[in-house]
């Protein structure tokens, strides 16, 4: 185990509450989530600001004027209504998992067995 020194530092109450929520839900301890959040915020920075993203994937589309200017909307009230900026990726990603989501359960308790099989698993059956 490497060692350890202490840090010790005042900051708002809201911050501090924000801390401890997020640190609970991680099962974290308070110098485990400190620990954790500083070695990323110094990874981000080695990295020119922005986050290193090994597992990732990007997936970039074009769409209309019309739509965007849709989108951005929502999002304006959105971002009101919750009182937190709500991003364009938060949104995509949301619309995104919860269509899979819904596609999923919908395969899991509707399709009939080998009715959305790929071209390959029927040819294996077929053998």
């Known amino acids: 185990m490497p060692e350890t020194k202490n840090l010790c530092a005042q900051i ?23 620990t954790a959040a500083l070695t990323e915020y110094f990874k981000i920075k080695q990295n020119g600001g922005k986050t290193i993203m090994a597992n990732n994937r990007t997936m970039a589309f074009q769409i209309s ?30 619309l995104i998992e919860a269509a899979l989501d819904e596609a999923e359960q919908t395969l899991a308790t509707e399709a009939p067995p080998g009715l959305c099989e790929t071209p390959d698993a029927q040819d294996s059956t077929q053998s």
């Open 65 to 94: 004027k019309e739509l965007f200017q849709r989108i951005k909307a929502h999002l304006e009230r959105e971002t009101a209504c919750i009182g937190k900026k709500l991003t364009q990726r938060e949104f995509v990603l949301g």
């Open 12 to 34: 708002p109450a809201d911050l501090h509450a924000q801390v401890t929520e997020v640190r609970e839900a991680l099962g974290q301890t308070t110098s485990e989530y400190i």
